[in-house]
Every structure is written in structure tokens, then in C-alpha cells.
């Protein structure tokens, strides 16, 4: 709870610092005046628009920071950036003496950097998805012909984007547990027993919204290869901690790998990341990273990864 307060708090601050340099380029008087000082520059505004820039940048890093739950970066970054603020209020006091109307948003951008930043580096990591019990059981190999059968664990919290396979057609079915399936812009929610086929170029999603892990089996018709390996080396680098707590591998080109070997599809926006992954993908194949990875996951293709 502490930890999302702080996100909270980082994000609304990040957004404050994009509006304060957006008025700094546009309306850079104004902008000074609140500020807390008063400047002579014969119309020259050179160091307002610096001023801007600089807190353009600083929102944007916050933002960034925030939407990608780097905690400790995060941390680290509002602890440090204290003396910005601090240099501000300094500033303001030095030019205009008791100024207090004023110098108030330099003390709380003060509070915000002192309080926030440490408790962000104070908080401990959430268990990731290498600290819980993960499986994965190839029951049927497209190698022995027909369909691959799979069985594996979603933990909390695993959800995938809109997307579509172009090569085969998907069959949920919920062995335990509850699963929340998106299928051509509806979503339904599964439980045990419960079962959905996802045909070839339909979209669709999955997110396991609940506090427990489900288990399922996917059959995907005609059985695909390349779908068993992107199954295994996710396993496998959950096995050994190289993904965070959503199941989601922590390296780029692992990433790319597996939505290049699982013939996933983007929609919407997303299509540009898709692109850029591909690239990643194909870099990744060429310097030799999915071969570390099948020969470290994938051999024997039929295992048990617990």
C-alpha cells in the first residue's frame, strides 16, 4: 500500500513538472512570477525556456520511472533531485527575504523528495515469479504429430495485451482456478472446468486478476514448435529469476524472443512496438541469445520445469 501511495504521489509530481516547464516555454513571465522571483531580461527568456526544458525532462523521467515500477530508480531519483527544490527555495528566500507565499511549493516539492524517495528504497521487493512455485508440462509435442497439448501455471497477476496468432488456433481450458479471457473485444471470466477456443487472427487476451495461481491446459491446432520452445524458455527463466513478478522476462531481447517464437500479434499502437521487437528478435537470433536459451531450456523439448 505504502509503495503504490509513493507511485501515486511520484506520477501526480511528474505530471505537475510537465505543466510547470510547459508554462515555462509558453508563458514564461507568468511562469516566473510564481516561481517566486522577477527578472529585468528585455524580453531575452533564454533561461526560461532552460528552466523548462529541465523540468520537462524531470517529469518525464518520473513518469517513466513510475509506469515502469523501477522502484529503487525511482527512489534514488526523488532522494537526489531534493536539492533541486531545495536550490529553488534558497533562491526565492535570497531574492525576496520572508517570501513565504511562494517559497510553500519549493517546501513541498522539499517533503515530497525527503519522504517519498526513502520510502521507496525502504519497501521490500514483492516476492517475483521465480519465488513461487512455477510449472510447465508439454504433454504433446507437434514433433509426434498433431496438436501440442501443454499444461502450466498463471500466477497472479500474469496478463497478456490484445493480440493474435496467425499460425494456429488456441483452446483454454481452466483445470484450476479463475482466468479472466478477452476474445474478439468481449471478456469472459473462467473458472474451473470452463473452457474457450481462440481461433486463427482472432484477438484475444488472458489475465489471472486473482490472488491464487491457475492452471491450465492449451491446445494449439496445427501443434507448433517454435509456440513449445517460447513455452519452455519462459519456464525456465522464471525457474531462474529472469522475469518479474508478472512473469514478464526482465531482458529486452528475451521479451522479443519469446513473442517472436509464440507468433504473437499486436493490435492497435501496440503494431509499432511489435516492429521494434521483431528487430530485437531478429538481432537476438543473430548474435546467438536464442540458442543459449533452447540449449539451456529447451533440451529435452518434453520436460517438467518446477
Known amino acids: 500500500m505504502t509503495t503504490?501511495?509513493?507511485?501515486?504521489?511520484?506520477?501526480?509530481?511528474?505530471?505537475?513538472?510537465?505543466?510547470?516547464?510547459?508554462?515555462?516555454?509558453?508563458?514564461?513571465?507568468?511562469?516566473?512570477?510564481?516561481?517566486?522571483?522577477?527578472?529585468?531580461?528585455?524580453?531575452?527568456?533564454?533561461?526560461?525556456?532552460?528552466?523548462?526544458?529541465?523540468?520537462?525532462?524531470?517529469?518525464?523521467?518520473?513518469?517513466?520511472?513510475?509506469?515502469?515500477?523501477?522502484?529503487?530508480?525511482?527512489?534514488?531519483?526523488?532522494?537526489?533531485?531534493?536539492?533541486?527544490?531545495?536550490?529553488?527555495?534558497?533562491?526565492?528566500?535570497?531574492?525576496?527575504?520572508?517570501?513565504?507565499?511562494?517559497?510553500?511549493?519549493?517546501?513541498v516539492a522539499i517533503a515530497i523528495c525527503m519522504i517519498t524517495g526513502p520510502l521507496l528504497l525502504l519497501q521490500k521487493t514483492k516476492k517475483s515469479s521465480s519465488d513461487k512455485q512455477v510449472s510447465f508440462n508439454l504433454i504433446r509435442s507437434a514433433a509426434d504429430g498433431g496438436p501440442t497439448v501443454a499444461e502450466c501455471d498463471l500466477l497472479p497477476g500474469a496478463k497478456t495485451p490484445w493480440h493474435y496468432h496467425t499460425l494456429f488456433s488456441e483452446k483454454f481450458e481452466i483445470l484450476d482456478g479463475e482466468l479472466e479471457v478477452g476474445k474478439a473485444g468481449k471478456r469472459y471470466q473462467l473458472k474451473s472446468g470452463d473452457e474457450i477456443v481462440i481461433l486463427a487472427n482472432e484477438t484475444h487476451l488472458f489475465y489471472n486478476r486473482s490472488e491464487s495461481v491457475c492452471r491450465i491446459r492449451t491446445t494449439i491446432d496445427p501443434g507448433n514448435i517454435p509456440f513449445e520452445q517460447a513455452s519452455l524458455i519462459l519456464l525456465g527463466l522464471a525457474k531462474d529469476?529472469?522475469?518479474?513478478?508478472?512473469?514478464?522476462?526482465?531482458?529486452?531481447?528475451?521479451?522479443?524472443?519469446?513473442?517472436?517464437?509464440?507468433?504473437?500479434?499486436?493490435?492497435?499502437?501496440?503494431?509499432?512496438?511489435?516492429?521494434?521487437?521483431?528487430?530485437?528478435?531478429?538481432?537476438?537470433?543473430?548474435?546467438?541469445?536464442?540458442?543459449?536459451l533452447e540449449d539451456a531450456y529447451c533440451k529435452p523439448a518434453r520436460q517438467i520445469i518446477s
Open 4 to 107: 503504490r501511495i509513493c507511485y501515486r504521489i511520484a506520477f501526480l509530481t511528474g505530471i505537475g513538472l510537465l505543466f510547470i516547464g510547459l508554462r515555462f516555454l509558453i508563458s514564461p513571465v507568468k511562469a516566473e512570477f510564481d516561481y517566486g522571483i522577477f527578472t529585468n531580461t528585455n524580453e531575452d527568456y533564454s533561461f526560461h525556456y532552460i528552466k523548462g526544458i529541465r523540468d520537462l525532462f524531470s517529469g518525464i523521467l518520473l513518469l517513466l520511472l513510475v509506469l515502469t515500477k523501477e522502484r529503487k530508480a525511482l527512489g534514488i531519483t526523488l532522494l537526489s533531485a531534493t536539492v533541486v527544490p531545495f536550490g529553488d527555495f534558497m533562491i526565492v528566500m535570497g531574492k525576496n527575504g520572508s517570501d513565504w507565499q511562494h517559497a510553500i511549493a519549493h517546501l
Open 241 to 292: 529469476g529472469f522475469t518479474n513478478r508478472n512473469g514478464i522476462p526482465k531482458k529486452l531481447s528475451d521479451l522479443a524472443l519469446f513473442i517472436y517464437l509464440n507468433n504473437s500479434k499486436m493490435t492497435g499502437i501496440m503494431k509499432i512496438a511489435e516492429l521494434f521487437l521483431s528487430l530485437v528478435a531478429k538481432i537476438a537470433i543473430n548474435t546467438g541469445r536464442l540458442k543459449v
